[in-house]
């Protein structure tokens, strides 16, 4: 499998194009490639409007098709799937996540999931207080 990078297209663009668009920066056939896999899409606004997409390309033949593609953007790709760390045994000490802000709270979330016993300390008000406090804001 190989991994192309960078190719631009316009906004709006269908599956068909992105397929032509891999077989062009292959410079194979559009019936040269088994698959196409969209892996990401983003818009650049800089220099007028277009989509930057990366894509992971199936081919026959892929050595002699990544030998002879002199594109830069073009590398071998090998799928990655994300295996979690294995769980350990529980502490002896509960632990302690020091701040309330987003990356506390899902820090905290995933201890707790874990069945760990955990203690949450923030400054500033309690959480009631700092939930009123917010709400009386959204209304002014």
Known sequence: MLRIDNLKLPVGVKEDKLRAACAHALRVSE???VSVHLLRRSIDAREGVKLVCSCAV?????????????NKNVQPYAPKKYTPPAPVSAPEAS??????????????????RKTYLIRARARGRAAKARCRALLAHGRA
Do not use: D
């Not at 199936?58 to 002199?70: A, F, P, Q, Y």
């Not at 632990?95 to 707790?112: D, E, M």
């Open 31 to 33: 019936e040269a490639l």
């Open 58 to 70: 199936e081919v026959k033949n892929e050595s002699g098709v990544l030998r002879r593609c002199k």
């Open 95 to 112: 632990p302690v996540v020091i701040g309330a802000g987003p990356a506390g709270l899902f820090c905290a979330l995933l201890l707790r």
